[in-house]
Structures are given as C-alpha cells and as structure tokens.
C-alpha cells in the first residue's frame, strides 16, 4: 500500500522537530542574555536557575517531540487501517500499476517504520540524552571544587573542554545512526556520506579542538566545539534533512 506523492509524514515530523528544537535553543538563549549573570567564568550548567531553565525546556521539548510523532504514527494507523491487513500488498501493487509515479516513493509500511524509528530516536534518546546531562553536571561540579580547591583552577578548562564531548556523544551518534537507516531505506548514498563526515568532525573535535574564548555583549564567552557541532546537528541539521527528504523524496 502507497500513499499520494503529496503526502509528507516523516519530513513534516522531522521539520517540526527541528523548530522545536531552535525554538527551545532560542529561549534559553535569550533568558540567559537577561539575567546577565555575574559568574563569568564558570560554565553555565553550574548556575542553578539557568539549570532550572534548562532542564524545563528540555521537558518541554521531549514531551512535544514525542507527541509529534506519536501523532504522525497515529495518522498513518488511521490511513493504512482502513485496508485489511492482506490486501495491503495486492492494492500496493495494483496503485503502482495504475498510478505510477503519482505515488509515494516508500510504501506505507516503511514510513511508518521511519516514523517509529525517528520517533524513538529523538524522543527516548531524548531522555536519555537529560539525564547525562544530569550526571555530567553534577561530575563538573566536584571537579570545579575539587579545582578551586587545589588553587589549579586553569587545570579545570582542559579537562572541561575534554569531557564535555561525553554529554553529546550518545544523542548525536543516535541522531546519525537515524540519518544512515533513512538513508538505507533510501539506497542514499549522500545521507550515508553526510552521516559519517558529520561523525568525523565531531570525534575530531571531541579529540583535538580546543576551546575558542570569543567576547559578546560585554561577556566572555568560551565556545566548545563539540557543543557547537552537536547543537547545529540537531537544529539546523534536522531542518535541512527535513527539507532534502521532502525535495527528493516524494510522499515522504
């Protein structure tokens, strides 16, 4: 069984993942601006209220990614569900005959396999990906006391910039590993090189980038590599998969 070419399940879902994601990203940025905290040089994941703010966006943004493509897997349910579950094949094969090209270019099967595999992706790795955060906030915190303590706080940057690499590591190989299913699914070769040079650069930079002080606004800020490539990744980088599988993909 085929949905219209014009049917868009898995690019829609990942398209609104995406702005929630940057909508999220952007709210924190923003309140982050305001409060204007005077702790300069300490990273901002040991301020309590930015933590707070944190941690609400992220319960927000897990909760609405979920809901997506719990929504999106509930309406291909709906449509696949008015055929029985025999006749799927036999219509498949007779709209291929009579429609052709007009169809869309995975069977309906397969593109409720994606959503699921999207959805656990990114809203159960999600999860996952929180309480790393949670534990990796509070390793910085004894590292940051056991630092200031023994007077080495300049000790404290390398090993911050080394390890911040552990709280992304997990959600961006499984954002990558959904990039190279699809593509399997697809027969993509680009999806499957793009995946792998995105994973390149980012163990490059987990291994080798230091971290970049920049100023901005009056503060001083310094950019990890890892975190930056990481947060492109789920953003900017999901928006624009979004926008490749709708272009080339039909009914996807």
Known sequence: MYFSKNAHFLSAALKITALIR???????GIIRMILNRSAHYNPDM???LSWGISSACSFLKIAAIITVFYLSWKKIRKYTGLIDED?????G???????????AVLSADAIEQLILIWGMILGLAECVYYVLSLVYRK??????VLS?????????????????GFKYIQMMTAILIGVAVTAVFLHDRALAVAAGVLMITFLLAFSLFQMQPLSFSGR?????????????????????????LAKHYLGL
């Open 22 to 28: 940057l909508s999220t990203a952007g709210i924190e």
């Open 46 to 48: 040991l301020d309590s």
């Open 87 to 91: 006749d799927r094949f036999e219509m």
């Open 93 to 103: 094969r007779l709209q291929k005959e009579v429609f052709g090209s007009d169809l």
């Open 139 to 144: 390793f910085i915190t004894q590292l940051m």
């Open 148 to 164: 200031v303590l023994g007077q080495q706080y300049d000790s404290f940057v390398p090993l911050y910039n080394l390890s911040h």
């Open 220 to 244: 001083q800020i310094v950019v990890v590599w890892t975190s930056v490539i990481f947060h492109l990744t789920e953003t900017l980088g999901l928006l624009t998969l979004s926008v490749y």
